[in-house]
């Protein structure tokens, strides 16, 4: 079945078109151009843009020692996924070393005849090219000759190779064989669960799931540090695994090298990593962290694995390896670090801290140290690693725990929200973009919108800070021949020269300020209505909802049936206001729903601006902070009716949190998609993307 990228319906294999809303299943318009692309295509033909699914691919083949091995021989994609490209993997356990035993810097060119290869018996190779056996021996590790029985895994391993790269997704709509696969009976225990499947040699082997997937769906629940597992299949010797696509984030080390950071944001990925290397132990895949080229941050600056790498046997990784890791970034590392940090990681790769709780408290000092502040004494903490990333001390060391403080079991819900609170953020980017439509139903546009900012960029050594200003304000006018596009406009503008001269500092307006303003627009068409005479229905008016953004810090007004959501990775899709009207009054008096909104006056609005003077109307004022990457999304009933965000986010609003996807082709896409789903009234919208990053002061340099 294909699954309509619009309204989600599922549609025969064969059909082009959605047969619920007429979305084409076969082309996609490109984010850049708009140009119609194919699906099955990688690339945008007219601006190179990227338009398919792209999927990170590892295979693990085997072929006869007396055969050279071309992959191309040994591998049919069929007809769901094309190859793009395709390298020798760079196993951790297959590191190249010198003659002298040394590691071969990563990216470093390995000439046949000057290296070995540790764990196995076959040098770097791209797709089409025969591997050749090495000639050198014995095998080095770390510059001493290796056991026998090292030789002997290697050499058990020695026609095994491990290869990666990426694929097109030629049917992105189709599910992938490994979802089918997942919920058929077999694979479930008797309530459903997947992870009855993922314990179940026997099963694994009789549903075809190699066992190279295995610890991805062990590790699931650390996504996104862990990549997502999409597909996965083996056929006599071959296994084959498709992820997430990761090769275009930036590596951690060389992000470290080229630009300052915060301290805190080095800690926190630093203590990332400690979290990881504890789940990772089970399935015997640490030698991931230790790989450079493995460790990556996205646009975000997130942190995640691009694969996951198997520990050699012979001498699994320990955490000193961790620390040597850490140790040679931080000595290239352009700003000075603090003292006490180097020293931690100094001792870590000496192995003089040699356990993760030992490790973890001393990141937890770092990270108070940094912060001036003890975690439990301020309702303004900003960040608890240990308590936020881990489980508790007492899975990994009981003693440490027992013999250090401890949070009483009687603690407040708050003190627990304090303990998993986020880091400082200072704002990184603010994006906007705005649109209307009247609707495929309505001869004239009533709705009025307007985007108002000030952006300020302050350079200096440590880097740039970002400051902005942002009013934004959405109204849906009503009045019929009364003017409502009239309403809605004057209201817009009111707020705007209101704001202008009303909110000059660099924080955001008093609660009081924000009230006033609104009143202001009430009491100008109000007047306007007086000077008419006019009453009942032909009272013009207009609902609101409005965004003050300051920074980091967010206020949320509005009157009426108008909406704003916010959409974060975290967070998932948030609804930040409640209708006033008759329905959710009467949900608010204690009625449930579906008897609130039988009723037929349900829609019925009980506050706007314009119809009633400033007693009848009371405005719903919040401020939010934003703590993570977030999109803000201003509408009319419009567009969010019959559900339509709350059933469609996922298509139409998550992709738009990316740096990499621009917010107007997006608005515009959102309009018309709603316009197909709705289009019974005007539909306007304003989209507002913040992104932001840990923040420490200039002082703290």
Known sequence: MLVCPQCQSENPNNHQFCQH????????????????????????????????????????????????????????????????????????????????????????????????????????????????????????????????????????????????????????????????????????????????????????????????????????????????????????????????????????SDLLKTEPLPTLQIIYWLNQMVVLWKALSPVNCCQSLLVDSNLRVDEDQSFGLQQLYEDLPSQPPSLKDLGNVWLAWFQQVPSDLPEALMETIEKTASGEIDTLADLRLQLQDLADAQQDISPLESENTSITLVIEELPEIAELEEDILNSGPQVPQSASSEEEDLSTAVLPMELLSLTDAGGTDRGSQRHHNEDYFGISTYLHTQHSNPGKIFHARGLYVVCDGMGGHAAGEVASKMAVITLQRYFATHWQGDTLPERQTILNGILLANQVLYEVNQKNASSGSGRMGTTLVMALVQDTKVAIAHVGDSRAYRFS?????????????????????????????????AYQLTQALGPHDDNYVQPDIRVIDIHEDSLLLLCSDGLSDNDLVEEHWETYLAPLTSSRQSLDPGINQLIEFANQHNGHDNITAILIQMKVRPHIPLEDW
Not at 25 to 47: G, I
Not at 136 to 156: C, D, R
Not at 571 to 592: F, M, N, P, R, Y
């Open 21 to 252: 809303c007429g979305a084409s299943l076969t082309h996609k318009r490109c984010p850049q151009c708009q140009t119609s692309v194919p699906m099955s295509v990688a690339n945008c033909p007219d601006c190179g843009t990227q338009t398919g699914v792209i999927w990170w691919t590892l295979l693990n083949l085997a072929a006869p020692e007396s055969q050279p091995m071309t992959v191309g021989s040994y591998l049919d994609w069929g007809q769901r996924y094309r190859l793009l490209s395709l390298t020798k993997s760079e196993e951790a356990s297959v590191r190249p070393l010198k003659l002298d035993g040394t590691p071969v810097q990563s990216g470093t060119p390995l000439k046949a005849e000057d290296a070995m290869l540790e764990g196995a018996s076959n040098i770097s190779a791209s797709v089409g090219v025969s591997l050749t056996k090495s000639s050198q021996a014995p095998p080095l590790k770390g510059g001493v000759p290796m056991t026998e029985q090292a030789i002997a895994e290697s050499l058990s391993n020695k026609t095994r190779r491990l290869y990666q790269g990426k694929v097109v997704d030629c049917q992105p709509l189709q599910q992938s064989v490994l979802d089918i696969l997942l919920v058929q009976p077999s694979a479930l225990g008797e309530e459903g669960d997947r992870a009855t499947a993922t314990t179940t040699s026997e099963i694994w082997e009789q549903m075809g799931i190699p066992a190279l997937a295995r610890p991805y769906f062990s590790l699931r629940e650390h996504s996104p540090a862990i990549p997502n597992l999409h597909d996965a299949w083996q056929k006599e010797e071959q296994q084959v695994i498709l992820l997430s696509d990761r090769s275009y984030w930036q590596c951690l």
């Open 569 to 601: 990775r975290k967070g998932g899709l948030e609804q930040l206001t409640l209708d006033h009207e008759v329905g959710q009054k009467a949900i608010q008096s204690g009625i449930d729903a579906k008897t609130a909104y039988s009723r037929p006056d």
